[in-house]
């Protein structure tokens, strides 16, 4: 490992524009538990919870189990190292931006600044009809289904469900970092989920080099990855930043 450890500080060094593409395992160790895998939450939950018609069709249903997952777990949780490795490298001008799965915002919170939120981010709830826009923490969210304090009508956390569309901003600033990568770090993401699993395929055929980081393999594994890092994504990142 610590071979390969070292090629890849020596690409990071190198690169005038390296990204990384993070997933949920990124904050598994900040205590969020990710949603495939044997402590996933889709062995937990249904995901239709997050299936935007049964959202609407089911608002208290959903609510209920939204405010568990999401908001329950994500309050306590704070940035592991691997959050704050990767803001290290933005501010030593060895990272130009974050391509996110992840509405948590421990990237944030972090202190990295160029943060592309694929999915958006669970902080802001937003109103169905008025478009009012709530900070998380200033609503109750004890009372479901979740409503808006200006017009009564159903409040919705302000990240994507299944079956809506990606936030165009998002996603036009997510494939040009891709396009433009050199290096891309993917972290902690089975790789599962379209389109966002597509970015990393975008930096590949851009002519990236692909560093993974994870302690299991992913569909990124045996397809597009040249440095496979296999471990957790705080340690890696430890001994990457150690060896810059
Ligand atoms: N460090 C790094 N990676 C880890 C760690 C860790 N400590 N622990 C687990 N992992 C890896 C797992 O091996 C797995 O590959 O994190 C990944 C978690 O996979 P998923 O739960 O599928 O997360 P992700 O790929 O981000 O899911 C994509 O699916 O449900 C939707 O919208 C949701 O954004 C999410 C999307």
Redo the contacts with the bound molecule.
Sequence with gaps: METLIKEAVKLIKKSDYTTAF?????S??SGIP????EK???NKYD?QV?DIHYFYSNPKESWTVIKEIFYDFFDEAKPNF?HIGLAKLEKQEKLKAIIT???DNLHQEAGSKIVHE??GNSKQLICTSCKFKAHASTVNLNKAPVLCPECNHLLKPDF?F?GEGIPSHAYQNSIEAAQKSKVMLV???????MP??HMPVVAKQSEAIIIE????K?KFTSSITDIFLQ????E?MKEIINNL
Excluded: D, M, Y
């Excluded at 471990?231 to 705080?234: H, L, V």
């Design positions: 993070t997933g949920a395992g990124i598994v160790e990710p949603f495939r895998g996933g939450l889709w995901p997050l691997a799965q992840n509405i694929f999915h994507i299944f972290i902690g993401t089975t790789g599962e989920v966002a699993c980081i994870n302690p299991e992913s471990g957790k994504a705080s890696i």
